[in-house]
């Protein structure tokens, strides 16, 4: 095997002549471009052939070139400036938005050590000691651009959309970073290219499944994807934050969900399923399957796996409710996940010192799965029990606009007709 010597740690980086760096980070581009692409080609074909339909066919082989023709089109389209709009705020917000997106990619490891016009350079454009939480702090900026896109629009919907985003993002950054805390206890570091060296016997997303599973739900509600895109519930904000968008702006937040999503799923393959390592220990009986380039092409896999699952979700599963998902986020994810952090915790000090008895182990998972089961269900026992005996009657017109009512109200017996009287 040649990988990434583990002995250099972090010393394997800055050492690039400085043309390198450059090529590096043009390819990064490139790829990110190219495979933004092919996946909205690919999440057409796939719903396409989910429902029974055939998809993007004519244009090149297998319909390949339908996305550059849609990119052309909107490149084309008439560029609309709404009059109500802060005009700098509102030519500025896309670029917020896309520009983080590109430079998560810095730090994230596509391969081992390998010769590179004849120089041995990592394939990864840099690293350092926090290297996680750069990703999360710069993904976390592309937020300002939803919100402030929104809000420059000078659109009631668009605003609402923004608004809705940013709560949604922040929320879900919360329960998704508390799921990488276990990795990072695991891996003893946070720098990308060594939590891949640490799974070089067992993958993160095997020991720690309920991480594992908290992300991947997490990071689907991070990009606003389906069944979690409610700043753009078209039924109720017409497009969301980007309502007033037209032309390239509305195609720079395109591209901007679109390499999120393979940030947060290059993210995860690289904290949970080994990165660039082979899938199902093929190195143990191929001793070049983690040389070369070979690794760039397992990470690339993972990544696809992950959109798919993305692909997959939109295409099977309706879009919740506000609440419901807000609920979700505050109320099950975050408290699981500090439950799961605390059980990795001692288990993981237990270890380092020695070990423990197996007795002591199924007891604390006992009580933590207890636990979980108070969490799920004792609340909406509480609920059912707390439900008033006689609801108020709710009326839609006290305000002077019609409002529809709450889940726990219940409507009144009168219609006002169309001149404001009690019918």
Known sequence: MNPLDTAKGLSAFGQDPVWIIIIKALMIFVIL????????????????????????????????????????????????????????????????????????????????????????????????????????????????????????????????????????????????????????????????????????????????????????????????????????????????????????????????????MATVSALATTLFLGGWRAPFWIDEFWAGANENYWPFLWFMGKVLFFIFIFIWLRGSLPRLRYDQFMHFGWKRLIPISLLWIIAVAAIRTINLNGGFDRTYLFGAIGVLAALMIVLFFVEEKNNDEAAPEKAEPFDAFAGGYPVPPMPDQAAAATIRNATGGDA
């Open 33 to 260: 471009v190219l495979l933004t692409l092919f996946n909205i080609w690919w999440e057409r074909r796939v719903v396409a052939r989910m429902q029974h339909r055939i998809g993007p066919n004519v244009h090149g082989p297998f319909g390949l070139l339908q996305s550059l023709a849609d990119g052309v089109k909107l490149a084309l389209k008439e560029d609309i400036l709404p009059k109500a709009a802060d005009k700098a705020v509102y030519f500025i917000a896309p670029v917020i938005a896309v520009i983080p997106a590109f430079l998560t990619f810095s730090v994230i490891p596509f391969g081992p050590e390998v010769n590179f016009f004849g120089e041995r350079t990592p394939l990864q454009l840099t690293d350092m000691p926090v290297a996680v939480l750069f990703v999360m702090a710069i993904a976390s900026i592309g937020i300002y651009g939803i919100v402030l896109g929104g809000w420059s629009s000078g659109s009631t919907y668009s605003l609402l959309g923004g608004l809705r985003s940013s709560a949604q993002m922040i929320s879900y950054e919360v329960s998704m970073g508390l799921a990488l805390v276990a990795v990072f206890l695991y891996a003893g570091s946070m720098s990308t290219s060594e939590i891949v060296a640490a799974q070089d016997k067992l993958w993160f997303g095997l020991i720690l499944a309920p991480s594992f599973v908290i992300y991947v739900i997490s990071m689907i509600g991070e990009t606003n994807r389906a069944p979690f895109d409610l700043p753009e519930a078209e039924g109720e904000l017409v497009g969301g934050f980007h309502t007033e968008y037209s032309s390239l702006k509305f195609a720079l937040f395109f591209l901007a969900e679109y390499i999120n």
